[in-house]
């Protein structure tokens, strides 16, 4: 099967490079921001819908206009792609998968995007448009023999890393069958398969947490010594006008936290990456429930008129749910499993997996969450709460495969 695939790689601008790209980012950013703006208001004011080709017309007259001349100095197609990626953030806004596009602050990691009328490929050299000499990239895996990029991402993350990703067409070979089945309880710290394996996060992301909040809490001491200096109350807020000076520690120490977020970050994926690829190699077909992880971890706080329960505990919940990497991990096996020729099937998240006894069905109404193991009343089996659920799931999945409906996702 012919699929897209990314491949990211590390690379080391010159000083000419890097302000180029700069320049980009920051281009690529305001285009963005700006169509975020333009779009809002259009709507709001007007009630009307504006898309890609009604922004990308303006592009022309934005270059012309001394007060954004400066966009010219960049390349077209990084604009027009700035573009299309509002375009397919406000698509998965209308699909529900994700909240309002928001606007893109100068912190945080930059990007910019080029399709193949902006770079050249040429003997493995990379060389962006706008652009003299190609890209010092470290091909740290190969790409696949002849592959030629039809896009590329470039990449700065806070901590000051460059990163590109090259998108190229990859023909990948079905893996050879097998019987094993799996329902796959994803639990807030770990994986469970019905099969008995269990997979969590390396431990090394709780100490790079412990490394993060350390530098968070000498940030929020310099910030208010800072304050304190400008002889402000270093409990409230800056008001609204005042500029902190920034000082080279300061700046050192944003630094740090932003090099332990990308630390956490390339750890976390690795161990997605390993974990989805064995389980996918390993099973023909993988069950898995529907969890809507988004409501999950939103609930906990509450609205106004119904203020969350347990807020406390759940937000310890919500972390290591974003520790795990839940949706990303669902993501990677569905994707997994169609290039390697799998079935993955999804179990309606309302089905009381985690409650049903798995050796006689009875429901255990009782089971609290605190529960880590619970004995069937019914049948007297003793049972460890995460593996019967992944054995109940692994069960609906089959009953679906096989033609049970009423098990199917409810939409
Ligand atoms: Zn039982």
């Known amino acids: 099967m012919i699929v897209k695939r990314a491949y990211r790689y590390r690379f080391y601008p010159t000083e000419e490079q890097a302000e180029q790209l700069a320049r980009s980012f920051g281009c690529a950013r305001w285009i963005y921001n700006w169509g975020l703006q333009q779009r809002t208001e259009a709507f709001y ?47 998965r806004f209308f699909k529900k998968e994700a909240g309002y596009p928001t606007f893109k602050s100068r912190r945080g990691d930059q990007s910019c995007s080029y399709m193949s009328n902006a770079f050249t490929f040429r003997d493995g050299r990379l060389t962006l448009a706008k652009q003299r000499e190609p890209l010092d990239i470290r091909w740290s895996r190969p790409l696949p023999e002849g592959a030629v990029p039809s896009s590329v991402t470039v990449t700065r993350t806070t901590g000051g890393k460059y990163y590109v990703s090259l998108l190229v067409e990859a023909d990948v070979q079905p893996l050879p069958a097998t019987t094993q089945e799996t329902g796959i309880d994803l639990n807030v710290k770990e994986l469970v398969l019905s099969t008995g394996q269990r997979f969590q996060p390396p431990k090394s992301l709780k100490r790079l947490e412990q490394r993060k909040r350390r530098y968070q809490r000498a940030c929020r001491r310099k910030v208010a010594a800072a304050k304190k200096a400008l002889g402000l109350d270093p409990n409230a ?175």
């Open 237 to 411: 807020p800056l008001p609204k006008g005042t500029r902190l000076p920034i000082s080279n520690n300061l700046r050192q120490a944003h630094r740090q936290i932003g090099r332990v977020m990308e630390r956490q970050a390339n750890v976390r994926r690795d161990w997605q990456h390993k974990t989805t690829t064995t389980i996918v190699r390993e099973n023909q077909v993988i069950a898995m429930e529907d969890l809507y992880v988004q409501g999950m971890t939103a609930s906990a706080k509450g609205t106004a008129e119904q203020p969350g329960k347990n807020v406390r505990q759940k937000a310890g919940l919500n972390r290591a749910i974003l520790d795990v990497g839940f949706g990303e991990i669902r993501r990677q096996i569905d994707y997994k499993a169609q290039w390697y020729g799998r079935t993955t099937v999804q179990i309606d998240r309302w089905y009381p997996s985690s409650r049903r006894c798995s050796s006689c069905g009875h429901i255990h109404r009782a089971l609290r969450l605190s529960d880590r193991h619970w004995t069937c009343s019914s049948c007297g089996t003793r049972h460890d709460r995460d593996l019967n659920a992944a054995r109940n799931i692994l069960a609906a999945g089959q009953a679906i495969l096989q033609g049970a409906d009423a098990l199917r996702i409810h939409e």
């Open 45 to 91: 004011k007007h009630g009307q819908r504006l898309y890609y080709k009604d922004l990308a017309g303006q592009l022309k007259v934005l270059k012309q206009a001394p007060d954004t001349a400066w966009l010219a100095e960049v390349s077209n197609v990084v604009l027009q792609q700035a573009l299309r990626h509002l375009d397919a953030a406000f698509a």
